[in-house]
């Protein structure tokens, strides 16, 4: 049977994994603590630091193909891997090239590609000049290791300087400063390319953020047909520039122009794709292990006029209650995931509801509704 690593174990490797299951695969996880979403789902959970080189060579002996669920992997490692000759998907350049988002933008611009302006910042008077010469506000952002908005600050003046420099520096890590970018909305499009050369791109979405967190994925996005067209073009030329393998995830900011500017990729199953599940002809993450394996991709095109997804956020702190769904299964329409966190916090992402419906509207009274009605 055919192994497919990943390293981490959250609810991305978990439906990566529900999704290996059904094409007769078998995925070993690799995660810092036991009892991962996904580690729970396979014999083969492989516990402690990607750091640590005894552990990592145990896991690679496993496998016959590596991917990764977030991209906070050292690419050097993933590169020593390449050099034994693992299979590693998206590869080890791809994921270097994104996961410093300084890198990762100046690759876009340099591909010919829309961006905000953005520079590099060795200081918090860097911070002060670079926004004298775009217009205050800007965005600090940590260059690695930030999700969720946990690395970023929104700056309306010199005053604010200060705080969100200790804040995201903390640790030695490097920043960069971005524009700020008064999009009419946000949108995201999920792209495939199969390690055989094939390549799909999934509709454009559009994405609703609440305090930099994903709240609600409406596909398709309620914007024109070149709109759409422009933003489907740059997600893809986006993924080709940094010669990405597997799925990918591009965040774009819509202006009320009609420009489109790519806002940053992941190299990964994304939040933004998990409506695929069941809006799509082919999910997210099944067509991801198809691209890796060099499988025939499978069809990206909605199932239905329309697909909304709401996540499920922590409203509290503590241990998840066993009963949390009674209320919300009750909602017609809804399909309901669970990632299975043990513990709950304020803000955690602890499983996502999917509506399908003849109109955007309808799909996301019944989403909202039934995430409302989860009690955690
Ligand atoms: N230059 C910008 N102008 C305006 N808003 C921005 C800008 N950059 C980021 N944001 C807002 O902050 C959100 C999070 O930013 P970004 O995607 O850079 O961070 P992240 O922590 O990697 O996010 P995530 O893990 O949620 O994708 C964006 O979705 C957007 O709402
Ligand atoms: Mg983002």
Known sequence: MTRIGIFGGGQLAQMLTQAAIGLGLETVIFERTPDSPAGRLTQREIVGAWEDPALAAQFAAQCDLITLENEFVDAGMLAALEAQGKIVAPTAAAVGLVQDKLVQKQRLAAAGLAVAPFQAVATPDDVVQAACA???????????????????????????????????????????????????????????????????????????????????????????PAQAAAASDLAAAAVAAVD??????????????????????????????????????????????????GWPLGQTDLRTPAAVMVNILGRRNGPAPADALQAALAVPGAHIHLYGKREVRIGRKMGHVTALGATLAEAEAVALRAAELVDL
């Open 134 to 224: 775009f217009g205050w506000p800007v965005l600090l952002k940590a260059r690695r290791n930030g999700y969720d908005g946990y690395g970023n600050a929104t700056l309306h003046s010199a005053a604010d300087v200060p705080a969100a420099w200790e804040r995201l520096s903390r640790g030695g890590g490097l920043l960069m400063v971005e524009a700020f970018v008064p999009f009419e909305r946000e949108l995201a499009v999920m792209i495939v390319r199969s390690r055989a050369g094939a390549a799909a791109r999934y509709p454009v979405v559009e994405t609703v953020q609440e305090q930099h967190i994903c709240r609600i994925v409406r596909a398709p996005a309620r914007i024109g």
């Open 244 to 293: 990405g393998t597997g799925i990918f995830g591009v965040e774009l900011f819509a202006l009320a122009d009609g420009r489109v500017l790519v806002n940053e990729l992941a190299p990964r199953p994304h939040n933004s794709g998990h409506y695929t599940i069941e809006g799509c002809v082919t999910s997210q993450f099944e067509n991801h292990l198809r691209a890796v394996l």
